[in-house]
């Protein structure tokens, strides 16, 4: 019982803590009733945590701890199927072992959260921290909402649990934060209270579930030609449709803790003409780097994408609209010549508007790699020739930007 | 002990209408299994012939509620169900016994599921897996598996004048199971109805996992007439090519031990995946078959402490 009351928290808290705790602190106050969950670096603290917390009766969860996280995941598939509020937590290699089932738990539409400690992908085997991982399951039909800090990976959290569950969504929600970066970094976190999460998340209500013995239901049926589009294409509508309740959600979240959230988040976003758009940490480095820059004179401006799926394109349009200049910078490679996803959607979210920005792309950070303040402000640098060039020869200079990508902070020989 | 008649008036877990072949075994091993528990169940099915042929949408042949997730995850996914039983048990939000079956080919058990299955035993949830085991990946058109016993041909082990069909021993999975100390391990056939339901019966007494490998013959893989798919799969008991026997806690036990133990040939011949054995005039293949199948039931007696008269042999 000490313990117990230990772990309790009543009156709102700012503590020391990890990304790592800030998520077990998140996950003991929603108080799953089903976690399935595979230890692997850097998420092992989340799982860890939670094991604590189940073993000294803190929690009344059912942990299950599985031998993979392709099981993780089933688990969880089948915990939620059948009527549970249920979660798991992976990281790189794990999130890929878990990928057939991710579309499975989409398809079948149980909202599942999941938080993942962003790793790099093997090999060669690296478990720092990069966005590879959840950018190669970003077509699997779930919600991808991503931390710049600690802080942000615990209300994430919790406002997650809340939009996956929403009877006009209903999809599974990813929530990254940058392994290590943000997982390992301490940072101060203001913590709610027990009671303020159990009410802002609620019970969880079901509709239709496998232990509802007196309506049995088939879940995970063979659906072909005839009816299997139509699913995937409902699937679409409500990720979709999910931006809406997103907002809504980080709306309500905001009138709770005073840190309001939406798909994108702008900063110095009112006059700036050079823009950069990223997500995760690196935003934080980059405020630092554009107030600087603003102190001489300098439009800095930054996007952060905070949700990557549904991919936020109308608020980028809207933000990018008056900028000169946009560098989108993707922890991640596509692999396609041309640079990492967020880049390559930026600009497909761009097409067709009057007097675009030039829009260019780089990689960076992969496999852990700092990313330092003199980088950013390298790229800034980038931006204000762009934009210069561009001002005589739009056309040649957006092209040649569109088409470029330059790999940030590695030796090229 | 329910009879055969008390047993058929049940509800029907698995209605007609699905598109499994005639002849079919997987149906017999759901029904059987099923109809032999009496509290309300909750049923997880791996990828293969049964899932395929009894949930095309907007049909499904399940008056139970089912679940199937994918090929290789039938425990692990049966696995969360149980753990969400007991969570929502535990707050009050259910307040009745179910209990919780998994049914998966030898594909998704023996192999591509093995890793999952073995999870899930050494973990302890409370249910109960069956493999309807008919020794090939039949769902893909009748690929070997590690159940593929010695000298079948399959369309990726035929049987040919270089090889003569699959080379290697059948993996004893059963015996796998057993060796994870789980509380319940059994083997038993879709002819042996009253074998089948009391081991079902023990299954679902005991408080952890349970397994029974089921013998569910394949027309179309083994090559056998629709109308001898009960009686193969008795032959095979008779032959003591696929012994009848359980693991109680750790006691081995043969549960049928034949009269008299027919010749394995008995087994084979009407079964076209064995023909090339028949083909083979210097008799050597259907003599190592032979060889094998008396070895493995001979070491089974041993282990069970049972003589061939199926008393209990002398113990020094």
Redesign the interface.
């Known amino acids: 019982m000490a313990a117990t009351e230990a772990y309790r928290i009543t009156e709102r808290r700012r503590m020391t803590m990890t990304g790592a705790e800030a998520t077990a602190e998140a996950m003991r106050q929603i108080h799953p009733d089903v976690v399935a969950a595979y230890p692997i670096t850097p998420q092992t603290d989340i799982v860890m945590r939670f094991a604590r917390f189940v073993a000294d009766g803190v929690v009344q969860t059912e942990f299950v701890p599985v031998e993979s996280e392709h099981s993780a995941l089933s688990a969880v598939v089948g915990a939620s199927a059948a009527g549970a509020r249920a979660m798991t937590a992976t990281s790189g290699p794990g999130l890929a072992l878990m990928h057939e089932i991710l579309y499975v738990a989409a398809g079948y539409r149980l909202p599942i959260v999941m938080p993942v400690a962003n790793r790099a992908l093997s090999g060669p085997i690296n478990i720092h921290g990069d966005h590879s991982d959840s950018m190669g399951s970003r077509d699997a039909g779930w919600i991808h909402i991503y931390a710049e800090n600690a802080q942000e990976a615990y209300d994430n959290l919790i406002q997650a649990v809340r939009i996956a569950e929403h009877p006009e969504v209903r999809v599974p929600v990813l929530v990254g934060q940058d392994g290590f970066i943000i997982t390992h970094g301490m940072e101060i976190v203001e913590v709610l209270t027990d009671d303020e999460v159990r009410a802002f998340v609620g019970e969880y209500q079901p509709e239709r579930y496998l232990l509802d013995v007196d309506h049995p239901m088939t879940v995970g049926a063979l659906a072909l030609q005839n009816s299997y589009f139509e699913l995937k294409r409902q699937l679409a509508e409500a990720v979709k449709r999910s931006a809406r309740i997103i907002a809504d959600v980080g709306e309500e979240f905001g009138r709770l803790t005073g840190r309001y959230y939406g798909l994108t988040e702008p900063y110095r976003m009112e006059d700036a003409e050079l823009v950069i758009v990223v997500i995760g940490s690196t935003a934080g480095t980059a405020k630092d780097v554009i107030d600087e820059l603003r102190g001489r004179g300098v439009k800095a401006g930054l996007v952060k994408v905070r949700v990557f799926r549904p991919f936020p394109a109308r608020n980028l349009r809207d933000l990018l609209r008056q900028a000169r200049a946009v560098a989108v910078l993707d922890r991640a490679d596509s692999y396609s010549g041309l640079g990492g996803p967020l880049f390559a959607e930026t600009k497909a979210a761009l097409y067709g508007l009057p007097q675009a920005p030039v829009v260019t792309g780089y990689v960076y950070g992969l496999g852990g790699r700092d990313i330092t303040p003199e980088m950013i402000a390298s790229v800034y640098d980038d931006l204000g020739q762009l934009a210069e060039r561009a001002r005589t020869d739009y056309a040649a200079v957006a092209a040649e930007a569109a088409l470029s990508v330059r790999y940030l902070g590695v030796r090229e020989r | 002990m329910p009879t055969l008649k008390e047993l058929a008036r049940r509800p029907n877990p698995l209605t007609g209408g699905h598109s499994a072949c005639a002849g079919c075994g997987f149906p017999q091993a759901v029904r059987l299994v099923l109809m032999s528990i009496e509290e ?3 049923v ?1 099915g791996a990828t293969g012939c049964m ?2 042929t009894t ?4 049909n ?1 042949a ?9 090929f ?2 039938a ?7 149980e ?6 048990r ?2 009050g ?2 307040d ?1 016994e ?1 209990r919780f079956v998994a049914f998966g080919g030898d594909g998704g058990t023996y192999d591509i599921g093995l ?2 299955l ?3 035993m ?2 302890g949830h409370r249910f109960l897996y069956v493999c309807y085991d008919n020794q090939a990946y039949m769902n893909t058109g009748i690929q070997r598996s590690s159940a593929t016993p010695y000298g079948a041909s399959t369309t990726t082990s035929p049987a040919g004048e270089a090889v003569p069909g699959k080379i290697q021993r059948r993996k004893d999975l059963t015996a796998i199971m057993a060796a994870h100390g789980i509380p319940y391990v059994a083997q038993s056939t879709i002819a042996h109805w009253q074998d089948l339901t009391r081991k079902v019966k023990r299954a679902m007494e005991v408080d952890g996992p349970a397994f029974i490998n089921v013998l569910a013959p394949c027309r179309l893989g083994w090559g056998t007439d629709p109308a001898m798919t009960i009686r193969v799969a008795e032959l095979a008991a008779e032959t003591c090519a696929w012994p009848l026997y359980e693991v109680d806690h750790g006691q081995w036990r043969v549960t049928y031990v034949p009269k008299q133990k027919l010749p394995v040939e008995e087994y084979l011949r009407p079964q076209e995946r064995f023909r090339h054995v028949f083909q083979d005039k210097s008799g050597q293949l259907l003599a190592a078959i032979q060889r094998d199948v008396d070895e493995q039931w001979e070491a089974l007696l041993a282990k069970a402490g049972q003589s061939v008269d199926g008393k209990a042999a002398a113990r020094a």
């Open positions: 309300p169940v909750v997880a899932e395929v949930t095309t949408y907007p499904t399940w008056t139970v509620p089912f679940i199937h997730n994918a290789e995850n425990g692990a996914t049966i696995s969360g169900v753990a969400a039983y007991r969570a929502l535990r707050r939000k259910i009745r179910i890793q999952s073995s999870g899930a050494e973990r």
